[in-house]
């Protein structure tokens, strides 16, 4: 029997073979399609910039009207027969107390083993003290980087004088879940420059939620790590509602914040300070993204001061931000539509301003944090990728 005649009378079987391994071999490629690799079963996809949201700004609201936001008591009517009174001397109320300047503890300058040549002292400045936290004090303000603006400034001053109404209720909408890689760049008061990068992290299944920062910057061959701050919870009516945070600089001890909701107070692991929590408290990881929420629930909210107790690492303080207009900025990942709120320096709270830009078109997720001291020193950190979780 020749192998020709053999073949044509098992070609039946050999048909039979050959389909069994073709479809062994698509049933295995789609399952690992789809279960993925062991060392990958988090994979993560880079957002895309393509055509980007514009909405328009919303109109202003004054700092005298803004007072009507909040409900106030309505006072007590007089007795109708009660008699006139004389008018009583006008007297000029004492001034408030003014807070205690907070003091930018210069970081010691231990190496790693692996670096050959001394750090200069400036690099423990190379990121600010917080990234929205104030920092040191003393000097002139900077020269700000040039943006592409649509709008003009919105009146800062205008509201300067209004007291902070921390505790107001905001319509928040959360981002979802993404990881953010970012440049950081410093220029210090003398004009020194300092380059690094940072590593942010938001994560929420709706419930609960956790954000990590890690920044660091860039010496010879070596990448110092200068700042680390994470903080968790929960998700309210109020938007992130913070349980712990916890901050790590580089030679110093790590500290922790507690918010106690049942109790409403805030308290310190470097301090024995209990202050009372208002609603919708933060801290200093969990601010950019509060504002991300607040934007998503509703823009219009950005037509009055966004003001936000935070807590920090010894106190809370209220920050009140404005919003400045929209701007464009020039990133890796494009130009990329923005609105920018600022919270300026605030006389006996805070002596730094905070701007955050905001990418309605990026669900609205922080892509710019700068970080202006009063002594000159600017920091900026902007976005150049962000992932999100593969579906």
């Not at 003014?98 to 790693?112: F, G, H, K, Y």
Request: proline share 11%.
């Amino acid at each position: 029997m020749t192998i020709v005649s053999f073949l044509l009378r098992r070609r039946r079987e050999l048909v039979l073979c050959a389909a069994t391994v073709a479809l062994h071999y698509l049933t295995i490629d789609w399952l690992a399609a789809r279960i993925g690799t062991p060392e990958a079963p988090q994979a993560q996809v880079p957002m895309r910039v393509s055509a980007q949201l514009r909405p328009a700004l919303p109109a202003r609201v004054a700092a005298v009207q803004q007072q009507a936001l909040v409900p106030a008591p309505a006072p007590a009517s007089p007795p109708a027969s009660a008699p006139p009174r004389r008018a009583a001397a006008t007297r000029t109320p004492a001034p408030s107390e003014a807070a205690p300047e907070q003091l930018a503890e210069p970081i010691p300058e231990p190496l790693p083993e692996t670096i050959t040549e001394p750090v200069p002292a400036a690099v423990a400045a190379a990121v600010p003290p917080d990234p929205v936290a104030p920092p040191a004090q003393g000097g002139a303000a900077p020269q700000q980087p040039e943006v592409q603006s649509t709008a003009g400034p919105a009146p800062v001053a205008a509201t300067a004088a209004a007291e902070p109404m921390a505790g107001r209720r905001f319509r928040v909408n959360l981002p979802p879940a993404a990881a953010f890689e970012l440049e950081v760049r410093r220029t210090d008061a003398d004009g020194t420059q300092w380059s690094g990068s940072a590593n942010m992290r938001w994560q929420t299944d709706g419930s609960r939620y956790k954000v990590g920062l890690e920044v660091g910057v860039s010496m010879l061959v070596a990448r110092i790590g200068l700042l680390e701050l994470a903080s968790e919870g929960t998700i309210d009516d109020a938007g992130i509602a913070p349980v712990k945070m916890t901050e790590k600089r580089r030679s110093r001890s790590m500290t922790a914040t507690h918010f106690d909701h049942e109790g409403k107070r805030i308290t310190f692991s470097a301090s024995t300070a209990a202050v009372p929590m208002a609603a919708g408290a933060q801290d200093k990881a969990t601010v950019p993204f509060q504002l991300a929420a607040i934007g998503r629930g509703d823009v219009n909210q950005f037509g009055s001061d966004i003001d936000i107790q935070v807590g920090e690492d010894r106190e809370a303080t209220v920050y009140r931000f404005v919003l400045v207009g929209e701007e464009e900025l020039e990133t890796k990942m494009g130009r990329l539509v923005t609105w920018r709120l600022a919270r300026p320096p605030r006389p006996g709270s805070y002596n730094a301003r905070l701007d955050i830009w905001l990418a309605p078109g990026l669900d609205w997720y922080p892509v710019q944090i700068r970080n202006t001291e009063r002594s000159g020193a600017v920091t900026t950190q902007t976005v150049t990728k962000i992932l999100r979780p593969a579906s």
